[in-house]
């Protein structure tokens, strides 16, 4: 299956670069079948199994933030997150803002799922001709992306209503917000509604509630529908 991670940069003049993750419970370093035939691979998985990496190099094993922002000018190899960085939140902002300008001017389709694509392409329409056509709530589904991407607990009901959408992607969406808050803490018993979830026909919706139960201890039952 296919490994759903979206991320959206902006660069400016001034030598910063803004990146937003929308799925920070992932990581950076998902196993798939090219890369892992590599010795320099293997050799590197190795070394952090061992403790011995450094931590610009175990980086890559860890799952990424919601947003990071690099001096490209003092940091040309991004190893020095800024976001958190109390002297460059004025800059943080104005990228942050720029980004979610232009996703929603553009009515950024990434934000449907893959698979939601795909049947958009059976139809025999191209992705950006049926968003107009069918006027499908994008910026409703970008709003819930950066929700869910923040892990803010006071979104927790918004997630839980959402969860029940008519459509997959928003489906999709509020469970990853679930699955956020739960990666960070924020919830402490697995909200029932993760149990139906399972068996939604979306299998993107399904696979991120089984990951939200093995995260919260209920093991068995998410790794067996995973």
């Known amino acids: 299956g296919h490994h759903y991670d979206p991320s959206r940069t902006v660069y400016d003049d001034e030598g910063f670069h803004y990146i937003r993750y929308y799925t920070p419970y992932n990581y950076h370093g998902i196993t798939q079948t090219f890369q892992w035939q590599m010795p320099s691979q293997l050799a590197w998985d190795q070394l952090v199994i061992d403790s011995l990496a450094q931590p610009i190099h175990e980086a ?3 799952p990424h933030p919601a947003e990071a922002l690099f001096k490209l ?11 958190n960085d109390t002297t460059y939140q ?8 720029a980004n979610e300008n232009y ?6 389709l990434g934000f449907l799922t893959v698979n939601k694509r795909k049947d958009i392409n059976a139809e025999g329409v191209d992705p950006y001709s049926w968003i107009r056509q069918t006027n499908y709530p994008i910026d409703s589904l970008i ?10 607990f006071t979104d927790l009901s918004l997630f839980l ?3 029940s959408n008519d459509k997959r992607s928003f489906r999709f969406w509020a469970t990853a917000g679930i699955n956020n808050l739960a990666k960070q803490g924020k919830i402490s018993t697995i909200p029932p509604v993760v149990y139906q979830l399972l068996n939604d026909e979306a299998s993107e919706v399904g696979a991120t509630a ?16 995973l």
């Open 210 to 225: 089984a990951e939200i139960l093995v995260r919260m201890g209920d093991e068995a039952k998410g790794l067996a529908a």
């Open 90 to 97: 004025t800059k943080l902002t104005e990228l942050r803002k």
């Open 103 to 108: 996703i929603r001017q553009i009515k950024d």
């Open 143 to 152: 709003d819930l992306a950066e929700k869910a991407s923040l892990g803010d």
């Open 60 to 62: 890559y094993y860890l």
């Open 161 to 163: 209503q959402r969860s």
């Open 73 to 83: 000018n003092n940091d040309p190899y991004e190893t020095q997150n800024l976001a």
